[in-house]
Antibody
Framework: QVQFVQSGAEVKKPGASVKVSCKAS????????IQWVRQAPEQGLEWMGWINAGNGNSKSSQRFQGRVIFSMDASATTVYMELSSLKFEDTAVYYC????????WGQGTLVTVSS | QSALAQPPSASGSPGQSVTISCTGTSGDVGGYKHVSWIQQQPGKAPKLIIF???QRPSGVPDRFSASKSGNTASLTISGLQAEDEADYYCTSYAGSNTYLFGPGTKVTVL
């Protein structure tokens, strides 16, 4: 069955970077894009961008351009989201999800930015 | 890009129907088939319940239905059940390889 397992919770200081992983299984990894979505405490879902697992191309929301990098290790069927220059307001749960329709989601990774 | 518009809340008694709207523009909801609805129950990860405007993934009960007219998409939950109490988000492709989410609608089962 399709499954996404994300890395564990992180605590970072302002100005630092965080890298979250998302391991996919149960389908042909290269056939789908992987999207990244975040949810601040008590807030809604916010689209961050995607990476094409077939060729590594990516696209990020203008809100994060210059601060976010999407990467992948096809041999490990794993994608990564690295967010730099962290601010307090980047505290959120970060999710990976599959495809144009967000049809399968990871369990989420809580990133806390605290001094 | 402007956000999609959703009512903040909706409610109904068990067995009733509730409809949630998602209003965008011709540059997002009105222009593409990639409109989805996402359910998020309290404390859980989001879950897809509708894709491509009106398609239900396998395993999603048929009491969930959806449609689109112009720049507005709608999700209807018929025969409301206690387990349907959740936040519901619409999402749409918005051109230039970007996506938008609505702010979410909290559905309460009275």
């Amino acid at each position: 069955q399709v499954q996404f397992v994300q890395s564990g919770a992180e605590v970072k200081k302002p100005g630092a970077s965080v890298k979250v992983s998302c391991k996919a299984s149960g389908y042909n990894f290269a056939r789908f894009i992987i999207q990244w979505v975040r949810q601040a405490p008590e807030q809604g879902l916010e689209w961050m961008g995607w990476i094409n697992a077939g060729n590594g191309n990516s696209k990020s929301s203008q809100r994060f351009q210059g601060r976010v990098i999407f990467s992948m290790d096809a041999s490990a069927t794993t994608v990564y989201m690295e967010l730099s220059s962290l601010k307090f307001e980047d505290t959120a749960v970060y999710y990976c999800a599959r495809g144009f329709s967000f049809d399968y989601w990871g369990q989420g990774t809580l990133v806390t930015v605290s001094s | 890009q402007s956000a999609l518009a959703q009512p903040p809340s909706a409610s109904g008694s068990p067995g009733q129907s509730v409809t949630i709207s998602c209003t965008g523009t011709s540059g997002d909801v009105g222009g593409y088939k990639h409109v989805s609805w996402i359910q998020q129950q309290p404390g859980k990860a989001p879950k897809l319940i509708i894709f491509e405007v009106s398609q239900r993934p396998s395993g999603v009960p048929d009491r969930f239905s959806a449609s689109k007219s112009g720049n507005t998409a709608s999700l209807t939950i018929s025969g409301l059940q206690a387990e349907d109490e959740a936040d519901y988000y619409c999402t749409s492709y918005a051109g230039s390889n970007t996506y938008l989410f609505g702010p979410g609608t909290k559905v309460t089962v009275l």
